[in-house]
């Protein structure tokens, strides 16, 4: 069974398109291309009803629209009959672990994605970068223990693309931090050694190996190489 468990629910035009219609367009495409069933994780950071968790302006700025249309859309795609599951994917914000929790309860998602977009105030895969400002190694230790975090936490499912950092540049070989502690953490977690979370893999083949892969209609491409979300 093919499956791809992390879209953004948008208009052809890239616009945000909480509706049905939108849903059963890319049901459509799915379907075209032979994914048996697709899952939609909305940035949890849009969504007004969650505008007490954020600091940073990125935040913020999306952070405008209704929640119910879009848990409604993909709720009534289902209905249809639709291979769809209602998702979304949630920025890791460490020390709001409760009210985070206490966001998401009120509706009934079949999974939650966790992420890793910004820490510290600075980018992942978004300028300005953690990694410029305080190294590649400095950054990747810090992203993996907090992702590590995440992990523990207990409030995902799953985590989004635990390679992003390395979308910051072509320019670092990145082959050199496998060994920084916070992804050996990842590892034993993502291997059931020291916890349970399930990982949906985007390509990562550095830190992280042996866990399986997935493919991506939806999008994918680094913050610092075009603005498509991911
Ligand atoms: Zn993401
Ligand atoms: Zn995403």
Redesign the pocket.
């Known amino acids: 069974m093919i499956v791809d468990y992390h879209m953004h629910l948008r208009a052809p035009d890239e616009s945000i398109d909480h509706t049905v219609e939108a849903a059963e367009r890319f049901v459509a495409v799915a379907a075209e291309r032979g994914v048996d069933e697709i899952g939609f994780t909305e ?1 949890v950071y849009y969504f007004e009803q969650t505008r007490h968790l954020w600091s940073m302006p990125y935040h913020l700025e999306r952070c405008v629209y209704d929640i119910e249309p879009y848990v409604g859309a993909v709720l009534e795609a289902k209905r249809r009959g639709h291979p769809i599951k209602l998702g979304i ?1 949630v920025d890791y914000e460490p020390g709001r672990e409760e009210e985070t929790a206490d966001a998401l309860a009120p509706y009934p998602w079949d999974y939650v994605l966790g ?1 890793i ?1 910004f820490l510290d105030g600075l980018g992942i895969d978004a300028v300005p970068s953690l990694v410029d400002s305080v190294g590649p190694e400095a950054a990747w230790s810090r992203y993996y223990e907090t992702l590590a975090s995440a992990a523990r936490s207990g409030l995902f499912d799953s985590l ?2 635990p390679d ?1 950092i390395k979308f910051h540049g072509e320019e670092i070989d990145w082959g050199d931090f496998v060994c920084v502690e916070g992804g050996e953490v990842v590892r034993q977690i993502a291997a059931g050694e020291e916890s349970t979370v399930d990982f949906w893999v985007e390509g990562f083949d550095a830190a992280v190996e042996n866990l399986g892969e997935t493919g991506d209609l939806g999008d994918g491409e680094g913050r610092n190489s075009g603005f498509s ?2």
């Open positions: 940035h994917e992420s977009h989004a693309h992003l979300e991911c």
